[in-house]
């Protein structure tokens, strides 16, 4: 007997995106959407088109770029909300207009302030007004898992006949239990008399650990869509997490009455992409996407992989990208091998004058660096910045020192709107006495609010990799930077998040509503 299709719904451009301090410039979203679409994303949500000018644009950027996935905009009910993301979705190949307002007493009462006959009558009115200027909508009852049963069923019946052809069922608060919630979806799809015109989705928050667990619940009870995110990014304490939505229904064939048509073989590398542009890394014993999630230092599990593999491991790492650390190209390589390692990366570069910058810098890695690796070239590409950003800040040389019962001192010498300056300071370690030379030079009044540091690879000649997150006046930058030597990395680091809050790249941090 066939199995229904699994509609994936990937949510990390928007709801993703709301993590604290994980603001995502447009380029960086479209970089993102690449690999999305090229694991087989069945629905990229590229982002709430009226937040923001910024969000507009990075919207409209996504449906010019994706071919192959749906793209969808979020929007509110209301009238403007929905012109925005239709506008935003022009380009797209297949667009989706994503619509929501609050079900549950206590949204309604006390967020909303209105009755409930209100709420179904914009409900519908919003499904109608979306149906007139686009061909897919997506409603969704906010905060489903706290709402009424009666009252679901009537606004879904009634936004079904006005079009909608995707419910979505949100435990927005993370509030539901496995067996509850999958009863809910089970619940309301026989008591909708036209639930058969739509398809039921679900989206799941991480606030009790259990938005996996709740979306897997939901598609055993008859939802067909689960909205997730790569590495399980997004508000509070996060969303449901498509690598491990993918894997358990790959894994678990035997039970589960659904197929999925992601290629699991880009969500290690969709992981890192993600990791590093917005500076949340990875947890080692996160599942799928960890550094230890397919390793074994147990004798007994050792000596069990070596005789069978499947005595303790239920996937084979290589199903989700995980590769042994493969040298690909070195200091002799060409320009041309370059740039077809990066495309098989999912890499792309626009045009000439950025291929240039980052075959120069490649080639300024090979010399410090024998063996360069995939994850080398993905750090690389995280250091390149866009062409249409002009750089006010540029590292050119450091010096730093650090001995036992001296205080650590870094002298540092930077371009800075085209003009060579140095400065020298003192700190508590020599990271600290970098970055404070550097405020002696920018005096840019920003706060450190997070710092991070990754080796790229193994070996003592490894690249770092230093995430720097800065805030300034409500705007939050996440700058990346990448070096053989840490304290250069982290300067990097710095520089490249300073010269994003010099240009306005992001917008302020996203606190809009969403489901």
């Not at 929501?100 to 409900?123: C, G, Q, W």
């Not at 909508?137 to 009424?148: G, H, I, L, P, T």
């Not at 005789?307 to 989700?320: F, G, H, L, P, Q």
Request: overall charge negative.
């Amino acid at each position: 007997m066939a199995k229904d299709r699994l509609i994936i719904f990937d949510t990390t451009l928007r709801d993703g995106e709301q993590s604290p301090g994980a603001s995502m410039t447009r380029d960086e979203k479209v970089r993102i959407a690449k690999m999305l679409e090229k694991m087989g994303v069945d629905v990229i949500e590229a982002g709430f088109a009226i937040a923001s000018v910024g969000d507009f644009e990075s919207v409209r950027a996504v449906a010019e770029t994706v071919q192959n996935s749906i793209v969808c905009s979020l929007a509110r009910t209301g009238a403007e909300d929905i012109d925005r993301a239709a506008e935003a979705l022009k380009p797209a190949a297949a667009g989706r207009i994503h619509t929501f307002i609050a079900t549950s007493p206590i949204h309604m009462e006390y967020k909303l302030r209105m009755a409930p006959d209100n709420v179904l009558e914009r409900a519908v009115a919003a499904v109608k007004h979306a149906r007139n200027l686009i061909g897919d909508v997506e409603f969704s009852c906010e905060d489903a898992s706290r709402s009424e049963y009666d009252f679901m069923c009537r606004i879904i019946e009634q936004v079904i006949n006005a079009g909608a052809r995707t419910i979505n069922l949100p435990d927005t608060v993370g509030y539901g239990e496995p067996g509850e919630y999958g009863a809910m979806v089970a619940r309301i799809m026989n008591g909708v008399p036209n639930a058969d015109k739509a398809i039921f989705s679900v989206h799941c928050h991480n606030d009790l650990g259990l938005a996996v667990a709740n979306s897997l619940s939901a598609v055993m009870h008859g939802a067909r869509q689960v909205e997730c995110t790569i590495n399980g990014l997004g508000e509070r304490a996060g969303n449901a997490s498509l690598e491990e939505l993918v894997m358990a229904i790959r894994t678990r064939s035997d039970i589960f009455p659904v197929e999925v048509g992601v290629d699991a073989t880009q969500i290690v590398p969709t992981s890192r992409l993600v990791s590093s542009i917005t500076g949340f890394p990875v947890q080692p014993n996160k599942a799928i996407v960890g550094a230890n999630a397919f390793a074994h230092e147990s004798g007994i599990h050792q000596d069990g992989v070596l005789k069978y593999r499947e005595t303790y491991e239920i996937m084979r790492a290589e199903d989700v990208g995980w590769n042994a650390n493969k040298l690909v190209l070195g200091k002799h390589s060409g320009r041309a091998a370059f740039k077809a390692r990066l495309a098989d990366l999912g890499i792309t570069l626009d045009n000439q004058a950025a291929l240039n910058l980052a075959f120069t810098r490649f080639k300024e890695l090979a010399d410090k660096k024998h063996e360069i690796f995939d994850e080398d070239l993905q750090a690389l590409m995280n250091d390149v910045q866009p062409d249409d950003l002009e750089l006010r800040y540029s590292y050119v040389a450091l010096e730093a020192v650090s001995r036992s019962g001296f205080k650590p001192r870094a002298d540092i010498q930077l371009l800075i709107d085209g003009q060579a300056q140095q400065a020298a300071a003192e700190g508590d370690g020599p990271v600290d006495a970098a970055f404070k030379a550097v405020e002696l030079l920018v005096n840019s009044g920003a706060n450190l609010l997070l710092y991070s540091v990754n080796a790229i690879t193994e070996g003592t000649d490894s690249q770092g990799e230093v995430q720097v997150r800065l805030e300034k006046n409500g705007s939050i930058v996440n700058g990346n930077g990448a070096d053989t030597d840490i304290i250069v990395a982290s300067v990097k680091a710095y520089l490249d998040a300073l010269n994003l809050l010099d240009a306005g790249v992001l917008k302020a941090h996203p606190q809009h509503e969403g489901v």
